[in-house]
C-alpha cells in the first residue's frame, strides 16, 4: 500500500480528484491523513465524507509549525506528501524528512512565488495578456514554487479569458496532470 498525506488550505477540489482517482481506478493507495491551516477549509469536509483522519494546524509561527507537523508525521509512515492548495511555507524538519510535491497554477517559473496563488495566478496571467497558462508539479524546497519541476500542462489563454473561466481551464487539466504524476509515484516510476 502506497500512503499519501495531503495538506489542503481551501476548497480541496484538488484533494477530491485525488480521493476519486484511488477509489474509481482501486489503487494500491491511501489517503491516510489531510492536514490544514484553516479549520473552515471546505477539504477537511471532504475528507471526513470519505472516512479520511484530518488535522487542524494550531501554529501560526513558521518554527512552532514546522515542529507540529513533525509531530503529528512522526506518527505515520508516508511515501509521499500532495500539497494541494497548501498556502504555508514548508519548513526544513519536513523538507529533510520527506518526499514533498506541490500543485501550482501556472507554468512555473512564471507567476510564482510569495502571494501567487489560485485566482491571484489566473488574475496575473489575464493582465499580462499571456497566450498560454497552465499547471506545473514540482518538488519541494526551501523556497515558494522554486523546487525541480516534475512535470508541466499548458492551456491555451484565448482574448475571451476572464480569470474566472481560466481557473476552471487550468485546474481541470492541473488535475488530469497530477493523477498522472501520482501513479508514477505510486507504480515508484519517480
Ligand atoms: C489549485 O489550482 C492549486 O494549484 C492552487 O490552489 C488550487 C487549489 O484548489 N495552489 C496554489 O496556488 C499554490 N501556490 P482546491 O482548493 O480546489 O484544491
Redesign the pocket.
Known amino acids: 500500500m502506497y500512503h499519501l498525506v495531503v495538506f489542503?488550505?481551501?476548497?480541496?477540489?484538488?484533494?477530491?480528484?485525488i480521493i476519486d482517482h484511488i477509489k474509481n481506478d482501486s489503487l494500491e493507495a491511501k489517503i491516510d491523513l489531510v492536514i490544514s491551516d484553516h479549520p473552515d477549509?471546505?477539504?477537511l469536509k471532504r475528507a471526513e465524507a470519505n472516512h479520511i483522519k484530518t488535522y487542524i494546524l494550531q501554529n501560526k509561527k513558521f518554527e512552532a509549525r514546522d515542529l507540529e507537523l513533525a509531530n503529528v508525521l512522526s506518527n505515520y509512515s508516508i511515501d509521499l506528501i500532495v500539497?494541494?492548495?497548501?498556502?504555508k511555507m514548508i519548513g526544513p524538519n519536513l523538507l529533510e524528512n520527506y518526499t514533498i510535491i506541490?500543485?501550482?497554477?501556472?507554468l512555473l517559473p512564471k507567476f510564482?512565488g510569495k502571494g501567487?496563488?489560485?485566482m491571484?495566478?489566473h488574475e496575473a496571467v489575464i493582465a499580462a495578456k499571456e497566450k498560454y497558462s497552465g499547471?506545473t508539479i514540482h518538488f519541494i524546497n526551501d523556497e515558494?514554487?522554486k523546487g525541480n519541476i516534475i512535470s508541466q500542462t499548458k492551456v491555451e489563454v484565448l482574448p475571451t479569458d476572464t480569470a474566472e473561466t481560466l481557473?476552471q481551464k487550468?485546474?481541470a487539466a492541473?488535475k488530469i496532470q497530477l493523477i498522472e504524476v501520482l501513479d508514477r509515484f505510486i507504480h515508484h516510476e519517480l
Open positions: 489542503a488550505s481551501g476548497n480541496g477540489s484538488t484533494l477530491q480528484a477549509a471546505y477539504a500539497l494541494a492548495g497548501y498556502l506541490n500543485t501550482h497554477p501556472s510564482g501567487m496563488h489560485g491571484h495566478v499547471a515558494y514554487d481557473s487550468v485546474q492541473e
